[in-house]
């Protein structure tokens, strides 16, 4: 398909105002990595030194650019934990009861004390492993039904109603049936993270690939273009930001819930480790297992859309 490219720009001209002409880059700033110094006749001192002042320097620019976004995120992250103190210090009863609630620093005292335990690491292991098989299954399983939803009626038909029916279920609701659906409490915990990684997934694939320009796909077909073409590079790279928007919200929701289905089990996992805390009343831990949940989940969250950052970069040169 070497016209392919060709057909799906002249398509988009079709159907997009023209854009100004972006200006000329400079050679040196559109050097590839083919063309880099010292890649075809072997790396110097010098080369190393250039190239690690160069990630310094872009390094710094990034800090400069962001600094104000930066220091706003550390004081209102500040703020917050200030409120917190001075709520549980007064003990404030107003509409919310503060009375009984841990002070940050009973929290991070019991939090620097689980560090040194080798059990609460083996929580936050045997968490992130189910995480990562849920959600590897959910991803594979979402993607590849939203896209034979998008592009078939009859699949869209046969599909989407399970879906809709299914969705508004809260994970909790689906922990008694999991016991007995599977044979074992990992797998059934594994289940529940799938699902709740599963529908955000299935349906932010289904809108991209719905919203792909039919004019291109049109253009292509006109060329000879087969249908695995079509799709792989046609509709694909429409629907990626779509999908790359559901693989995050999918990797947020599967946290949530986790920890509906560690309750199921009796030995580990960060979702358990809060369980007990609460079975114990031990109140400072409650709030640990809650802020380990909330970081592993942005820190994830974040990591998927790092990875589809390589798949998006057209993205940037498009603006």
């Known amino acids: 398909m070497s016209n392919l490219g060709q057909a799906v720009d002249v398509a988009g001209e079709k159907i997009c105002e023209p854009a100004p002409s972006a200006p000329v880059q400079r050679k040196e700033d559109s050097v590839g990595f083919a063309e880099a110094p010292g890649v075809s006749e072997g790396l110097s001192g010098g080369d190393v030194l250039r190239a690690v002042t160069s990630g ?3 390094g710094g620019a990034f800090l400069r650019k962001n600094v104000l976004n930066i220091a706003l995120s550390v004081v209102s992250l500040a703020t917050g934990i200030l409120l ?3 709520a549980t210090a007064y003990k404030v009863d107003f509409y919310i009861n503060f009375e009984n609630i841990p002070s940050p620093e009973k929290v991070f005292t019991a939090f620097w004390t689980h560090l040194g335990e080798t059990d609460f690491y083996i929580h936050i292991a045997v968490s992130m492993q189910r995480i990562l098989i849920g959600y590897i299954t959910a991803a594979v399983i979402g993607i590849l039904a939203g896209v034979l939803m998008g592009r078939s009626k009859l699949i869209r038909s046969l599909i989407y109603p399970y879906i809709e029916v299914l969705r508004p279920i809260p994970a909790v609701a689906w922990i008694p049936l999991a016991i007995l659906m599977w044979p074992t409490e990992e797998a059934s915990i594994i289940y529940i993270t799938l699902l709740g990684a599963l529908f955000p997934i299935v349906l932010n694939t289904l809108h991209g690939v719905e919203q792909t320009p039919e004019v291109l796909v049109r253009a292509a077909k006109s060329l000879g273009a087969s249908r ?7 509709i694909l ?7 790359a928007a559901g693989l995050a919200i999918g990797m947020g929701v599967s946290w949530f819930s986790l920890l509906a289905g560690e309750i199921i089990s009796g030995q580990y996992g960060i979702g358990y480790f809060t369980w007990n805390a609460y079975s114990l009343i031990n109140y400072p831990d409650i709030v640990v297992g809650m802020l380990v949940i909330g970081g592993l989940g942005t820190l994830s969250t974040y990591a998927v859309r790092l990875a589809m950052q390589p798949l998006l970069a057209w993205q940037k040169r498009a603006r």
């Open 56 to 58: 310094l320097s872009h």
């Open 84 to 86: 917190w103190h001075f």
């Open 228 to 234: 695995l073409q079509i799709f792989w590079h046609v």
């Open 237 to 243: 790279p429409a629907a990626l930001p779509s999908i």
